[in-house]
C-alpha cells in the first residue's frame, strides 16, 4: 500500500495526499492500474499487499487515503457509487429488529434503499425534522443504531447542526451517518463536529465534472473501518481504478472549484431575491434563512446549490426550466456547468404522496463556475 506521507492544509492535501509521485516512473499522477491480479513472489508473497482488485487496487488506495484527509479521518472507502456506498455501511452496522431514524428530506435514493430494499430484512425506520433536536430526540427508540443526516438537504437547504445531533446520537447509543455529498469536505467536515461516518456522492463535487458515478464512505472510528472495509470486499460494489482515478483528478481542483461555485450561488440567489417571479428563495447564505447560522458556524461557504420558488406556480416553474439555455435541463449536481430542475417532475418525482414531497413551485439549481453573468442573463430571461 502507499505510505502516506503527505501532510498539510486542505488545499495541499487535495492534490498530494495519498499521491506520491510513482516510486518507479517518477510519475507526478498515480497511475489508472486497471488491471485485476497481482503476481506473487511465490505462494502468499504479495508485493505491496495487492492481490485482487476487488479487495484492494493501488489507484483506488490512491483514492481512499486522499478521502481519508480530506475529511479528516482514518479511513476511507471507494464504491461504484454513492448508494453503493450506503448499502454496504447500511448491511454492515445494520442486523433485524434494528431501527434508523431519517430526515424528513434525505436524498430519493437513500429514502428507497432503506423504505423499500433495507425494510425487508426487518428494520424499522421512521422520519424526523433532524433541525429541530427536538424531532430528533423524539424518534429514537431503544433499537434505533442510525440517524441519518443530510445538510445542506435536497432539494430544500435545510440545516442540521451536525454537532448537536451527534451528542443526541451519541447519547443514545446510535451512530450518526452524514451524507456530505452537498457540502464536499471542503466546506464542511463532518468527522471534526462528532459523526460517526462520512457518505458521499463522489458523482458530485468531488468528482466535478459530470463524467463519473462513484461513492465513498469516510470514519475515524478504526473498529468499524475495518468492519466497513470487509464488507466493501464481500459485497463488492467497489470503485474501479479508472472511475477512481477520474474522482482523485476531480479533487485536486475541488477547493478552487467550490469558492467559485458559492460566490455564483451568491451572486444569483441576490438576483432571485429581488426578482417578481420568484416568492421565496432557499439558500442557507440568506440571513433570514432558518439554518443560517448553524450553517454559518459549521460551513466555510454556503455552496452551489439554491432552489427557488416561482411565484406562479407548478406550471410556472416548469416553464421556467424549458426555457434555460446556460442552465442545462437535468438531473444530477455539483459539476462545473451550471443544471436547472424541476424536483417535483425530476428527482423527486418518486416522493409524491410520501413524506419527502416537494412543493410543485419549486426549481432547484446547481450553479455552475461559467461566467456568472451569463447565468444571471439565462435566469432573468427564463423568469420571463
Ligand atoms: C447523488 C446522491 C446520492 C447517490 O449517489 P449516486 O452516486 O447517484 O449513487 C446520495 N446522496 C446525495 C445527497 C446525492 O446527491
Redesign the pocket.
Known sequence: MNEQHSAGRFETLAIHAGQEPDPLTGAVVPPIHQVSTFKQDGVGGLRGGYEYSRSANPTRTALEENLAALEGGSRGLAFA????A?DCLLRTVLRPGDHVVLPGDA?G??FRLITKVVERWGVAWSVADTGDPASVRAALRPETKVVWV?TPS?PLLGITDIALVAEITRSAGARLVV?N??ASPYLQQPLALGADVV?H????YLGGHSDV???ALVTADQGLADELAFHQNALGAVAGPFDSWLVLRGIKTLAVRMDRHSANAARIVETLSAHRAVSQVLYPGLPDHPGHETAAKQMRGFGGMVSFRVAGGEEAAVAVCDRARVFTLGE??GGVESLIEHPGRMTHASAAGSALEVPGDLVRLSVGIEAVDDLLEDLTRALG
Open positions: 457509487s454513492g448508494l453503493a450506503e436524498y435514493g437513500t443530510e435536497n451524507d455529498t452537498f457518505v456522492s463522489t458523482t458530485k458515478i462513484g461513492g444530477s449536481l
